[in-house]
């Protein structure tokens, strides 16, 4: 269904980035498959859309995690990315995506 006003699209836009970046602030970092169940695409495109925008937007880290196995990258949420969606009512501070540190603790 296309928006044709341009008012609902920035706010359905909004939305979306509202949505992973609350995802991901749950869960730290993700997998493509994983964020693509998330918002129920069936393409590819508007999901490297929405993740090149927040990438752009330093919101999100984009990490090839690369083994004899093969490649799998990962997006994680940045500080800033934490910024934007942190409320008052959230117990715990979330932890931001640091590849370097690793994937085990």
Do not use: C
Request: proline share 4%.
């Amino acid at each position: 269904m296309l928006i044709s006003s341009d008012k609902e699209r920035k706010g359905r836009n909004s939305e979306k980035m509202a949505q992973l970046l609350n995802f991901l602030k749950e869960e730290t970092y993700s997998d493509f498959d994983t964020l693509k169940q998330l918002f129920r695409y069936k393409a590819h495109q508007p999901l490297y859309l929405l993740l090149d925008k927040l990438e752009g937007m330093g919101l999100i880290q984009k990490y090839v995690f690369v083994s004899r196995l093969g490649s799998l990258t990962l997006w994680g949420i940045t500080q800033d990315g934490i910024a934007v969606v942190l409320s008052p009512e959230d117990k715990i501070f979330p932890a931001r995506f640091e590849p370097a540190k690793g994937f085990v603790e």
